[in-house]
């Protein structure tokens, strides 16, 4: 390509393409992370017969970035005995771990910086790679609290990654791939238009599971607040505190994007509207359906943590693994037969 | 590094929880002893929040002591004050006047309320539902407001007075009163929408720090605490003081003495007590709120202050609060108990014939079920410790006095 | 193809560089005074006692054991549920019976008391 006389080589426009791609989804995915906040403060407000931030801003609404600017610049504390490397690294590998899921989110259709075949066994590594983070966080800090809060969440991450894994399949094998906007596709030729309906069990597993991954009640143990103060991140401040809270929210918008990606439709719609609407307009709508899907999974999130106590260690563990594994098993199990029914292979 | 040698000790890790911890309310300090999550040994240590109580009352005439007794258990300032001046009373051998009776019942209903109230917001919240917490809050300021009216103080009230009661009770209180009587009822059934019946909530608490009646008893427990195990036992009914002889309640009784039934035993003392105070309300008679030959004449209501009279003007009220007029009591001892919210409560004073105690000691129900945490948390889990602080409800103002 | 891997590379750099460039010139912005009772570890304001890097409970790595062999078997589902429409019902019985396979250690898991806390 020829710019201003210059000749660019494609492979470099094609990197500031993806760059470009990168800066808008990051800036927007921290916007949103940052108003994931400000709208749970206000939905568990209104639940809880109070309104929630009102100072900053009309409304409070900016509130956010006034608790962004406050985080910035507080102190950074590093406890004595601390193992400086580890507790440096830990809440950017947390953090970084949860953004880079955002690569292989389909926003609307044709819209994703990766649109690579395995992006859900992508997204589940990356957050088995955040378990790392609360792990190094909980033993890097030297203090108690922290490395029995780290120790819940590893088991507890890994535990429910097995169930959250199990209950992915049965969409799989109904979409045939893993490849998240082929998902989204073979929901649009499904007569429902969403894999929730047949894959009911497979969504309840897998909501669940969601909010275990993500430590909220009722799974918020690791950072159960009453008993191990702050979990892993008690002895973090400032901006690393700023980046364990970004991680976990981002992990909410990524485990929200993925409901909405696999069992509710994601942008998908019906064909008689894709086929008399001009392209820009249906994808807008596209996006604004996976939006507002994500965010009545998020409020989802919000409610629950309004209305639940939380349960007991032991007690979540015997959810994970006792019924949680089991079920989505037979799940699968009956999702392959039905399938094979259909198809009349029996 | 530790020498090979202890290596394949067994080792337990020793947690200090508290006193600056979130769920430890107020500042106890558990140690634990932990086995993997489990509870093997718990020390509670007390005394953070000491501040000799007792030993300052011994300076104070047995009006001025009265203050002193607001900061014991301080989320439930009046019924402390109720146990007061009933033990002073039963010293003095003199009776506070029928209407007075009756006043300190209700407002000792009322802070039994209140009281219960911070207690299922914080014992909820340590379980980790934050809602009811700010739904309980919502009623508490109902009450705090009630008591504003009242004696112009929220929490530290220092209204019951050796005699009866500082100021009469106005039309006006009543009927707020007695329209948050009514309402709370539907209140509770918000609360009890949430918690009682939630399967997390049952899985948390149901066969968590379980204490036979037997034991319970040995244990010197009261209160709600007590009744949990299903120990019929409530000095207001037992040895009625005030005006509970004259009302209706009954005393909710649990079964198995675990902190589920600890808390329905709570939540079904929290109706009993509205009921109380309705029929309080109902049927309050007339007459004067305090004896006026006996006891300080003080107005101390806000408009006494504005109106001082030459007879009771402000070195008068000044001589009356710092020791200047003293009553002289008859030399002797009482023990004097009353129900409080965390439990029996009781006073015993030691009199030597002169205007301030010779010796004053409270029976603190906190610090009693404070001894018994170890009793009932050792072979739980780290969690099951919150919900059992949570659920015998002390208050550290109380235990350390 | 490797170059559809290249953006979430690029992301991933993007992503570390605002995580790590963020820390540091928040590091430069920031107030720094620190002495020996902030930087003490917490311990609901009591001084720590003994070690906190103690020995934990085994239940711990019996977790972790566990989850080996069961994400395992997950990852052997997932591309045996990619391509369930194209090998049909011999695969599909294949697969029952691997399955079958895991429950019994399952289920021995579970007789072992694997899944209990105590």
Known sequence: MNILGITIAPYIINIVIILLKIAVVIAIGLLHVAYATYFERKVIGHMQVRLGPREVGPHGLLQPIADGIKLFFKEDIIPANADKPLFYLAPVIFMVSALTSLSVIPFFDGFVIADINIGLLFIFAMSSLGAYGIVMAGWASNSKYSFLGGLRSASQVISYEIAMGLSLVGVMIMAGSLNLTDIVRAQQAYPTGMFAIPQFVGFFVFILAAFAETNRLPFDLPEAESELVAGYFTEYSGFRFALFFLGEYTAMLIMSSIASICFLGGWGLPTFITANLPVFLWKALGLGMFLVKVYAFMFLYYWVRATLPRYRYDQLMAIGWKLLIPLALANIVITGLIKIWIKGML | MCPLENTFETRELTLSMGPQHPATHGVLRLVLDLEGETVIKCTPYVGYLHRGVEKLAENRTYTSALPLTDRLDYISSMNNNVGYVNAVEKLFGIEAPERAKFIRTMVAEMGRISSHIVWLGTHVLDIGATTPFLYAFREREVIMDLFEMLCGARLTVSYPRVGGVRNDVSQEFLDKLYAFVLDFPSKMDDYETLVTENRIWKKRTVGIGVISAEEAVNWGLTGGTLRGSGVNYDVRKHAPYDAYDKVEFDVPLGKNGDCYDRYLVRMGEMRQANRIIKQCIEKIPGGPPVLSDNAPELDMSAEGFRKLTPEMSLEHAYLSFSGGYETLAPEGEVFSSTEAPKGELGFYIVSDGSGRPYRMRVRAPSFVHASAIPRLCVGHFVADVIAVIGTIDIVLGECDR | ?118
């Open chain 3, 1 to 118: 193809m490797p170059s559809e891997y290249l953006p979430i590379l690029i992301f991933l750099m993007v992503a570390t560089a605002f995580g790590i460039g963020a820390l540091l010139i928040g590091g430069l912005l920031r107030m720094k005074r620190p002495y020996a009772e902030k930087l003490m570890p917490y311990e609901s304001g009591n001084l720590p006692v003994g070690e906190p890097r103690y020995r934990f409970s085994v239940k711990f790595y019996i977790v972790a054991m566990l989850f080996v062999v069961f994400d395992v078997e997950a990852i052997f589902l997932y591309p045996w549920a990619i391509v369930f429409d194209k090998i049909g019902l011999y695969a599909f019985i294949e697969m029952v019976i691997f399955i079958v396979i895991l429950l019994v250690g399952y289920i021995y898991a579970w007789k072992k008391e694997a899944f209990v806390w105590d």
